[in-house]
């Protein structure tokens, strides 16, 4: 299984970092609401991970992962061993400038042309992503899984063509092995990466029943404690 590399660029797109900027984001929004309301964390994609690590370190009252990176790498970054000694690497070396500039077309071009992204997505968009990819720690993700006691939704479609159905079952797996992350788990035919587009009407259904009853749960736990 990939292993952490030690010294890399970006330091703030760290798992740990994302997590604490995530929760200045939500404090930010709720600071002059009282009671604090409850908090539900929805991570798409790339996501997942920065949500599950937030989820894993302050209680939350439920957490929704659409199409999430999982917990180990999969087919769009060339599975395990291609992330490990070329997806990786070539994400890291497009954050230092000599390299960026003879590699970027080359990444923009695998982006684009293989993977799918939209023709209009600029270079500094992407420039996101490789950030991103270069701070996958999927061994920091499985165990933040792991530690999350919270309810989750899990959706993805089978015909997803960045991330095959046997990596999202991986993720399910590891959510559905302790009770408290139950949750609707949803997985359709069709509707490739995007199914916050393509399963909009499925997908707010199954939100909106659900948000209610977690914020039904949360009400009787707080009655209870009072």
Known sequence: RPQPVPERVWPEWALPEMASALWRAVEAATADLSPPPPVLLLGHSIGGHPVLSAAARRPVAGV???????????????????????????????????????????????????????????????????????????AAAEADARALR?????????????????????????????????????????????????????????LTEWVARVAAAGERTSASAS
């Open 150 to 206: 919270a309810p989750v939704l899990h959706a993805f479609a089978r015909d997803d063509a960045l991330i095959q159905p046997g990596k999202a079952m991986e993720l399910r797996r590891v959510l559905d092995a302790c009770a408290a992350r139950d949750g609707p788990r949803l997985d359709w035919p069709s509707g490739g990466h995007n199914v916050q587009k393509t399963r909009a009407q499925e997908l707010a259904t199954a």
């Open 64 to 138: 929704v992962l659409l199409a999430p990176v999982n917990v180990t790498p999969h087919r769009a970054l060339l599975n395990d061993t291609g992330f490990r000694w070329i997806v990786r690497p070539l994400c890291l070396l497009l954050g230092r400038p000599p390299w960026k500039a003879a590699l970027g077309g080359l990444a923009e071009a695998w982006f684009k042309r293989v993977l799918g992204f939209p023709r209009g997505v600029s270079r500094a968009e992407l420039e996101w992503v490789h950030r991103r990819v270069a701070w996958l720690d999927f």
